[in-house]
């Protein structure tokens, strides 16, 4: 499931109900605005995923509750 | 943008607003029984510096005088930490107060604790917040220049584990005694209507969290990284069952006020999570500050209080898509955004009257910044929500952006529940700062104003005199330190050590324009106190002694702002 898409088709669903092809030229229009903007991030999140193992990594983030 | 004091009353009061905020710190790797939050936060506290020094431990000092004081968890009666006596606490350890921005830090169970120094600007809050999280993250560097690679110190400025344990982002907001005892003790609707805000705002103010927690049902991704903690609407408590609506009773405005009705309250507000984005953290104080306002007045509508705030919370934090609807008291349903809409547009009714005028800065831009996203959440423009810098949003993108680009990844694996804390982690390996950095979110101070409040306190308040008092004072001389008291250790007759504590019971007292002159023209260290104190301002924590601290409150924030 992806929260974006559906949020597409909701705004699909509620602005004309036919189809309007505008919203899906809007959906693309942030896939394309957050392609260029999310790649800053591309690094860290290679780095990520590459640099350690992700289960470990939850295991030993582990915290005490707090306030 | 300009503010004048005209509706100034001992019944409203300037939001002066605090924040004690508690970080996620592990050694990455290490794996342990009962985790390594002791040995991270131990090592992160001992390269900050700060006063009182002690040498009984490795982190200088590990006692406070919490218990010693009279604190008394959740009662009226009782008193907030302070840095100096002999009593060990686990939730407040080796505090230490800045000398650069008259903030402080400390352990509490096992997190660092960053408090900000006391500020009336939303937009110094953001920047003083920045400020701290850039001495951490020097700190951070520092503690990890001794360790190996395999056991290197992760400091993750969130507000869950994802495994059930949930740690705070607090804000302290200066109101008045009625409008505490209001909330709390008199009347039921003004307690729903701020559990109803605070519940609306988190479209604003939420982390984004991948999964659920605490026993509630399982959700692939959730707006708030705290909703899944809260399980009742308002008590003391902040460990266990968690109140939407903190009651904790803690004035930090002297000891001798706690009988005094004009004597302000502190509102412990536990609900928000922390925020990196600079939109996130402005909306977290800005428009609690015009809500309370309100709260003040008596302006309270109670057609916008939520029937069941609890289950709401829930409901609305699960639902990114923001289609969910909650039912209000009239029978009404509405969805996040229709509700913190509906919230802005009472702000915006009263604004239009003046009412925010002399008690909170620059509420016009705050509210113009609050209802240019919320207007990008009703259009269901998230890339603008992101670009005007709110967290969840942002997170969200990101992970999905990484679901796409790398093949087999679902909400279920453990690399997308890693990409989540890495978003909010301090060191370079941190999202969001690859994403400020790339100017995907827009900035609401400048790197300049964040730079001031590392090195500096707020001219407005207090925490200038007490930043002031602490550079001033001889080696060794500092014996405690609290928000409104400093003890220091003073060489008496026959050179025998005398104590003298020094009170700033006002926060809005011992600022800037009132003591820089004291401090430019006194000769030795008790001159200087004598002259602060029998200088008029702020000794006295009088409904009228606060009237004339704002009266001059423009002319201080102006002093800040230019120093930026």
Known sequence: MRFLQRLHDEQVNSSSGDGDPGTDGLLLQLRSEGDSLLAAGDEAIRRALAGSNSEDFLRTSRQQGGQ | ?564
């Open chain 2, 1 to 564: 943008m300009s503010t004048h004091p005209a509706n100034l009353s001992a019944d409203l009061l300037p939001r002066l607003c605090g924040a004690d905020i508690e970080l996620g710190n592990f050694i990455a790797g290490v794996v342990r029984a009962g985790g390594t939050g002791y040995e991270a936060s131990r090592a992160l506290l001992a390269e900050i510096d700060g006063l009182p020094i002690r040498h009984d431990s490795y982190v200088n000092n590990w006692w406070s005088s919490a218990a010693a004081s009279g604190y008394q968890y959740g009662k009226q009666s009782g008193y907030g930490a302070s840095s100096g006596a002999y009593a060990y606490d686990y939730q407040d350890v080796g505090r230490r107060f800045l000398l650069s921005n008259g903030g402080c830090a400390y352990i509490d169970l096992d997190h660092v604790e960053l408090c900000l120094p006391e500020v009336i600007n939303a937009f110094d809050h953001v920047a003083a917040w920045h400020g701290m999280l850039r001495i951490m993250r020097a700190a951070l560097h520092r503690a990890n220049q001794s360790r190996s690679p395999n056991s290197r110190i992760q400091v993750l400025v969130n507000n869950s584990d994802g495994q059930g344990n949930s740690y705070g982002s607090h804000l302290n907001f200066m109101i008045t005694r009625r409008a505490f005892d209001n909330i709390f003790l008199r009347k039921s609707h003004y307690l729903s209507f701020l559990a109803s805000f605070q519940i609306s705002n988190i479209l604003l103010t939420g982390q984004g969290k991948v999964g659920a927690e605490n026993g509630r049902p399982s959700t692939p991704y959730q707006i708030s990284q705290r909703a899944d903690f809260f399980e009742i609407i308002q008590g003391p408590q902040t460990t266990f069952k968690r109140p939407i609506v903190n009651a904790r009773d803690e004035t930090l405005c002297g000891r001798g006020v706690a009988d005094d009705p004009s004597a302000p309250a502190r509102l412990h507000v536990i609900f928000f999570d922390s925020a990196l984005a600079h939109g996130s953290a402005l909306f977290r104080v800005g428009p609690m500050q015009l809500i309370l306002t309100l709260l003040e007045l008596g302006h309270v509508n109670s057609r916008l209080i939520l029937d069941d705030p609890l289950d709401a919370l829930q409901s609305y934090s699960h639902d990114p898509t923001l289609q969910t609807r909650a039912a209000l008291i009239n029978g009404e349903l509405l969805t996040l955004v229709e509700l913190q809409s509906a919230y802005l547009e009472e702000v915006k009714r009263y604004a239009a009257q003046g009412v925010f005028t002399g008690i909170v800065p620059d509420y016009e831009e705050i509210i113009a910044l609050w209802e240019g996203v919320v207007n990008n959440f009703a259009k269901q423009d998230l890339m603008a929500a992101a670009r005007s810098g709110i967290d969840w949003v942002l997170k969200l993108m990101a992970i999905e952006r990484s679901m796409d680009q790398h093949a087999g990844l679902d909400w279920d694996s453990p690399e997308i529940k890693v990409i989540d804390h890495l978003y909010s982690s301090l060191d370079d390996d941190g999202l969001y700062w690859a994403y400020e950095s790339g100017g995907l979110t827009r900035q609401l101070v400048t790197p300049e104003h964040i730079a001031y409040f590392t090195d500096n306190p707020p001219a407005d308040t207090r925490a200038w005199t007490r930043a002031m008092l602490l550079r001033r004072a001889a080696h060794g001389s500092v014996f405690s330190v609290d928000w409104d008291t400093i003890t220091f250790k003073m060489r008496g007759r026959y050179n025998w050590p005398t104590y003298r504590t020094f009170n700033m019971a006002n926060p809005l007292g011992y600022t800037q324009a009132d003591a820089q002159e004291i401090f430019d023209s006194s000769l030795d260290f008790t001159e200087l106190l004598d002259a602060l104190e029998a200088d008029s301002c702020g000794a006295t924590l009088t409904a009228d002694a606060l009237t004339t601290r704002q009266q001059q409150g423009e002319e201080h924030h102006a002093l800040s702002t230019t120093a930026t």
